[in-house]
């Protein structure tokens, strides 16, 4: 019954920046923990950021790579999660996947989540 949509993929440069959306539909938003994954080409997918039920400040999480480069916010009135991506680098080339689970908050393993989006690729190359 959820679906996870994400866009805003796409083709940039090295030191671009990014904004992913993940919309969330057939269950009350709110009551689902939120987070972003990253799967490069033939490698296991990786955590890159979480959100909590309500989105406050105290509640997001990010890999160590990360660096303070990347925000990770979401809106329950709108059922949208979003990936703010600063400072891209060629490294983080891959098909990004938002995710949804109603037990764990900050999670940072894929058995962390119940629901998968599809995802959208995301390229970084001079």
């Known amino acids: 019954q959820v679906t996870l949509v994400e866009s805003g993929g796409g083709l940039v440069q090295p030191g671009d920046s990014l904004r992913l959306a993940c919309e969330f539909s057939?269950?009350?938003?709110?009551?689902?923990?939120m987070a972003w994954f990253r799967q490069p080409l033939g490698k296991e997918r990786e955590f890159v950021a979480a959100i909590g039920r309500s989105g406050g400040g105290g509640d997001k999480y990010y890999a160590d790579s990360i660096g303070g480069r990347f925000i990770i916010s979401r809106d329950n009135y709108k059922n949208t999660m979003w990936l703010q991506m600063n400072m891209l680098k060629p490294e983080g080339t891959g098909v990004y996947v938002c995710?949804?689970?109603?037990?764990?908050?900050?999670?940072?393993?894929?058995?962390?989540?119940?629901?998968w989006g599809e995802g959208t690729q995301v390229n970084i190359s001079s």
């Open positions: 995710a949804a689970g109603r037990y764990y908050t900050g999670g940072r393993s894929t058995e962390n989540y119940d629901y």
């Open positions: 057939g269950r009350p938003f709110s009551n689902y923990a």
